[in-house]
Nanobody, 123 residues
Framework: VQLVESGGGLVQAGGSLRLSCAAS????????MGWFLQSPGKDREFVAA????????GYADSVKDRFTISRDNAKNTVYLQMNSLNPEDTAVYFC?????????????????WGQGTQVTVSS
């Protein structure tokens, strides 16, 4: 499967961005999807995940109540709506497809990754 992220960019603190991740293939709806971030010199960190049906979601504490993950299985696309952004959210954001159908928070549970999209939040 190929995953292609878009929607990153430069935004001022307090602003919003919506990331999109388009997946190829016919099995998109069978797997949970997740978003991770990586800052320079740091390990990849879990941000949010959504189950195969979209009914269940999970978030890192740092983004809870600010970010919302959603998916449109008809469009093979998963989204990350990011509100109230702050400079600490600056990172490369990766979309990933889980190896299963439930919400997973460990990067080890994901087998396919996009190339990432840069999000920069200025103060």
């Amino acid at each position: 499967v190929q995953l292609v992220e878009s929607g990153g960019g430069l935004v001022q603190a307090g602003g919003s961005l919506r990331l999109s991740c388009a997946a190829s293939g016919r099995t998109f709806s069978m797997y949970a999807m997740g978003w991770f971030l990586q800052s320079p010199g740091k390990d990849r960190e879990f941000v949010a995940a959504i189950s195969w049906t979209g009914r269940d979601t999970g978030y890192a504490d740092s983004v809870k109540d600010r970010f919302t993950i959603s998916r449109d299985n008809a469009k093979n696309t998963v989204y990350l709506q990011m509100n109230s952004l702050n400079p600490e959210d600056t990172a490369v954001y990766f979309c990933a497809r889980s190896k299963g159908y439930r919400v997973d928070i460990s990067s080890d549970d994901y087998g396919d990754w996009g190339q990432g999209t840069q999000v920069t939040v200025s103060s």
